[in-house]
């Protein structure tokens, strides 16, 4: 593809919503209430370039709850604040293979460390955000991953309160590591910090420019800002290709070939280093989570661009 053409993104945007428009597979997530009620055909991508130029397509304005999407934006604030080699040794960086809320995972290894990109490694991650309450860490968190988005984000509210009253999972999660000594603070604020940074309001448009974010080694390219430093976001980017899908991650490496992270919500935020973020919001998801419709866009903009990490360039 012509990379001088001004209107390569806008062509492919608008092909790949195109091609994926009709796909009806998959169902909405049934984990809380508050993600049963979303409109399934809801359909929106944004790509956001690190020289700032944003391109979007479809319903990527519609707001929706981030989920575990914040979670390697919540691991950059931590590896930022408390350094990556801190963060290895209490969190882990290794895949699971398991499915995202599982206590296998944290059960098998002696120290119970997991990894930052599913729901054990998660609480863990959060725990070790800086501040002497849950509010003052709340501030810092919100703060940051506002600074990735390059606005305010803010809770749903009716969305938090659903996610509260049915989050026993990982209230579990917590308190079994807590137990097991590899929760740096009370179990049951780290839950509490982890179901509000799911419950923040994001659109396909922010999710791409979170990604661009760390694909600009940490400064937003919408503002201008250093939101964390170049090493916190390469850890940031490295774990996402780890186990930012899930026990499906693998396959996703090797059809898209590039780090991303899925919620439950229906976002997938992707991120080819040095060139841009991708942000897709579509939510009917597979058996592992993950949005049906996003991982196909993702592996046709892959394609389309060249974005793959792992293939040769063609010849000139």
């Known amino acids: 593809m012509n990379q001088e053409d001004p209107l390569r993104f806008q062509t492919v945007l608008d092909r790949a919503r195109s091609d994926h428009s009709d796909t009806t597979a998959g169902t909405v997530s049934a ?50 604040t408390r350094g990556l080699e801190e963060v290895r040794a209490t969190v882990g960086v290794n895949a699971t293979g398991l499915p995202f809320n599982s206590s296998a995972a944290v059960e098998r290894d002696p120290a119970s460390r997991t990894n930052p990109m599913v729901n054990s490694g998660a609480l863990a991650t959060i725990a070790l955000v800086p501040g002497a309450s849950v509010d003052e ?130 976002g997938i935020v992707t991120v080819a280093p040095g060139t841009l973020g991708l942000g897709t919001y579509a939510p009917r998801l597979d058996a592992a989570g993950n949005s049906i419709k996003g991982q196909l866009v993702a592996k046709q903009v892959a394609r389309d661009l060249e974005l793959d990490i792992f293939a040769t360039p063609p010849e000139a």
């Open 31 to 80: 984990v809380y209430p508050g993600l049963s009620e979303v409109d399934p055909g809801l359909f929106g991508i944004a790509v956001t370039e690190v020289d700032g130029r944003v391109t979007e397509v479809g319903d990527a304005g519609v707001r929706f709850a981030l989920m575990s999407c914040a979670k390697p934006f919540v691991f950059a604030l931590v590896c930022q």
């Open 137 to 266: 860490q709340w501030q810092r968190i919100a703060e940051v991953l506002s600074g990735f988005a390059g606005r305010t984000l803010t809770i749903n509210e009716s969305m938090y309160s659903s996610v509260s009253q049915a989050n026993h999972r990982n209230r579990s999660l917590a308190h079994l590591l807590f137990d097991r000594g590899a929760l740096a603070g009370d179990p049951d604020s780290a839950t509490e910090l982890y179901t509000r940074v799911s419950c923040l309001e994001v659109t396909a448009r922010d999710l791409s420019v979170m990604g661009a974010t760390l694909a600009n080694r940490g400064v937003s390219p919408v503002t201008g800002a250093r939101v964390v430093d170049a090493g916190a976001a390469r850890s940031a980017v490295a774990v996402m290709a780890t186990a930012g899908l899930y026990e499906t991650s693998g396959d996703w490496l090797l059809d898209v070939g590039l780090p991303a992270k899925s919620g439950i919500g229906g």
